[in-house]
């Protein structure tokens, strides 16, 4: 791999749970990021999956330093950013820009779109100054596929998609190096997201960009992901290349997610298998002991309520050379393949 450019070592978030208004008492926590570890190599990008509630939006405002972690290290370049000092924490937020999962609400309704997406060079002139600014947001309009005239326009006078190419133009305006994009086409319709993501990826080479693409389906980051991470209750249970993960998951949550992805192929579609998960997600204030999944794990046996299964290479593929060999934490890991394998695309 590449060299990284982003190091997330254990890292953890932690809200209390407090009961009592005058004597506020410590009864707990909810634990919304419970040990995260991965790396992001430069230029790559790396999707991380889970469903509503494991704790991705946390894991990504902590990446941009919108949330404090209760613990854990966010190395980017070999510097830990939790513990900057807030001068050389500025230099660095530039570098990491947000774009955020909802472009109804979080674009400003009484701005205008070049003030919404030039608004960036306020915190950090440097990088536009005054008289350049106008020709530099319509360059941002251009880039991500809006008429440049459109930039006295307010955001109601667009629509969903466009609306998300407004919200990815101000994520680029200070020439940032890495994008974690916060489900950013989950609130788009079908017919859009794929627009949505193919602009990302070619503003990806263009910019040489690396990403931290989330979602809470798997069939969306297939094809802009080089590696992505499977999150279960506040920790990546399984993580590896695209092929690994696709066609060799070996954590039973990865392969419930997969069997659940859309599989446009009727033949195919009439011989997979559907991995109905029961039980609902625990609370993340009560987490179970030992594996986190094993409430919901059809697998599921003593070892399981005792031991915590640590995120790596399960023993039994150690020493193999199968795609099964990435790292995975459950204490039964076997290769299940949930989707069939993709027709190579044509050249
Ligand atoms: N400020 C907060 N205070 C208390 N709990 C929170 C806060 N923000 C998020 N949570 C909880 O943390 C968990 C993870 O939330 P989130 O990161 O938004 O998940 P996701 O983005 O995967 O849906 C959820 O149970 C959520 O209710
Ligand atoms: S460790 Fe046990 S409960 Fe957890 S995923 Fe593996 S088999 Fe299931
Ligand atoms: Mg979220």
Redesign the pocket.
């Known amino acids: 791999m590449a060299e990284a450019i982003l190091e997330v070592r254990d890292l953890h978030k932690h ?1 209390p749970l407090t009961r009592g208004i005058v004597f506020k008492k410590h009864v707990g926590a ?1 634990k ?2 419970d040990g995260v570890d991965f790396d992001l190599a430069a230029g790559e990008t790396l999707g991380i999956v ?11 405002k902590m990446l941009v330093n919108l949330e404090r972690p209760t613990s854990g290290t966010i190395r980017y370049k070999g510097e830990d950013i939790t513990t900057m000092s807030p001068k050389a924490l500025k230099a660095v937020r530039r570098n990491i820009q947000m774009v955020f999962q909802d472009p109804y609400t979080s674009l400003n309704p009484r701005m205008t779109v070049g003030d919404i997406i030039g608004e960036p060079y306020e915190i950090h002139p440097e990088v536009a100054p005054k008289g350049d600014r106008r020709r530099k947001v319509q360059d941002l309009l251009d880039v991500v596929g809006l008429n440049p005239e459109y930039i006295n326009r307010y955001p109601h006078q667009f629509s969903g998609g466009q609306r998300q190419r407004i919200g990815i133009a101000r994520g680029l305006a200070l020439q940032p190096e890495i994008i974690v994009a ?2 950013p086409v989950s609130a788009l319709d079908v017919s859009v997201q794929a627009q949505v993501v193919n602009l990302l990826d070619s503003l990806q080479s263009e910019f040489s960009l690396s990403y931290v693409f ?1 979602a ?1 389906d798997l069939s969306i980051v297939r094809h802009i992901s080089d590696r992505v991470g499977v ?1 279960y209750l ?1 920790r990546i249970v399984e993580i590896g290349t695209d092929a690994q993960i696709y066609d060799h998951p070996t954590h039973p949550y990865t392969q419930a997610l997969l069997s659940a992805v859309p599989v446009p192929d009727p033949e195919a579609r009439a011989h997979r298998e559907r991995i109905i998960l029961t039980g609902d997600v625990p ?2 204030a009560n987490i179970p002991s030992g594996c986190r999944f094993r409430t919901r794990c059809w697998k599921a046996q003593e070892r399981c309520t005792l031991e915590v299964p640590l995120l790596a290479v399960p023993a039994v593929f150690r020493l193999t050379d199968s795609p099964a060999k990435h790292d995975s934490a459950c204490h039964f890991a076997e290769e299940k393949q949930v989707v069939p394998p993709e027709e190579p695309e044509e050249p």
Do not use: L, N
């Open positions: 809200y909810v919304a990021v889970g469903e509503s509630g494991c704790g991705k939006s946390t894991v990504a916060d489900e989330i809470h999150m506040g609370s993340p």
